[in-house]
């Protein structure tokens, strides 16, 4: 399980392997209970498109935590959601309240989730000779 504690994760294109978001203000997990909805907004430094995950999307992709109190959320990638084409992306998570307020965190800047590419493989055939000597008497 990768776990985001500082502003950077990284992850391996195509992969599944969940991300936990951990939400702090002031050192400390907010306390989700009562929240509705999370959205995690995510574009590429060298582009204007933002991809948002919600936790209100079929999916389910982005998830809150069995725990609330601990300020967990989960992104549960498909093999298409990282792709090779990502590299680097910057992204900040918006959690709504009940009462319909919204909040943003990191609350001073953004987090990164660097792409690995994934290998592709080439087939290479090595062609071994072996001889045999037969001696005839």
Known sequence: MT???????TIRSG???RITFNL????RP??????TAARVHLRKLDGETVTIYSTNDAGP???FDVDPTLGR???????????????YLVG?????????????????EEFGIVVRP???STTSSSTTSSSTTTSTT
């Open 73 to 87: 959320l989960h992104l549960d990638p498909s093999p298409t959601t990282f792709t090779n084409t990502d590299d």
């Open 92 to 108: 900040y998570i918006v959690v709504t309240s009940g009462s319909g307020k919204e909040y943003a965190y990191e609350e001073d």
């Open 3 to 9: 776990t985001y504690r500082t502003n950077k994760v």
């Open 15 to 17: 992969s599944r392997e």
């Open 118 to 120: 994934q290998w592709t």
């Open 30 to 35: 907010v306390d989700l209970t009562g929240y």
């Open 24 to 27: 702090k203000s002031d050192n």
């Open 61 to 63: 992709l982005l998830s």
